[in-house]
């Protein structure tokens, strides 16, 4: 059973950065894409970013396009989510996710779906203050 482990939110001011980190506990990464999403009380799962472990194709949302960056590293079997230009909209809970593996197969909009991947972390708070 693959755990996943969320580190790095925070408090931070609009415009400060944080750096998200999700760890593999117990197997290695076996994903076909792992991917970002977050989630405001009271509201749906947002897709943030996702990254095919073994290509690197990398997917954002388009409100995330420029200020974040997935990026993935085998060999410490992590998968990183750097965020820069925070906002206050950014807060939310950050969860980190893992799909199914090869021969299960993703591309474009079809790795944004909260539904095609079957490992989540427990989250990591992030707050954006003014």
């Known amino acids: 059973q693959v755990q996943l482990i969320e580190s790095g939110g925070g408090l931070v001011q609009a415009g400060g950065s944080l750096r998200l980190s999700c760890a593999s506990s117990?197997?290695?990464?076996?994903?076909?894409?792992m991917g970002w999403f977050r989630q405001v009380p009271g509201k749906e799962r947002e897709f943030v970013a996702a990254?095919?472990?073994?290509?690197?194709?990398?997917y954002y949302a388009d409100s995330m396009k420029g200020r974040f960056t997935i990026s993935r590293d085998i060999a410490k079997n992590e998968v990183d989510l750097q965020m820069i230009s925070l906002k206050t909209e950014d807060t939310a809970i950050y969860y980190c996710?893992?799909?199914?593996?090869?021969?299960?197969?993703?591309?474009?909009?079809?790795?944004?779906?909260?539904?095609?991947?079957?490992?989540w972390g427990q989250g990591t708070q992030v707050t954006v203050s003014p």
């Open positions: 996710a893992g799909t199914a593996p090869s021969p299960y197969y993703c591309s474009g909009s079809g790795c944004y779906d909260a539904d095609e991947y079957m490992y």
């Open positions: 117990g197997r290695p990464f076996n994903s076909y894409a």
């Open positions: 990254i095919t472990w073994s290509g690197g194709t990398t």
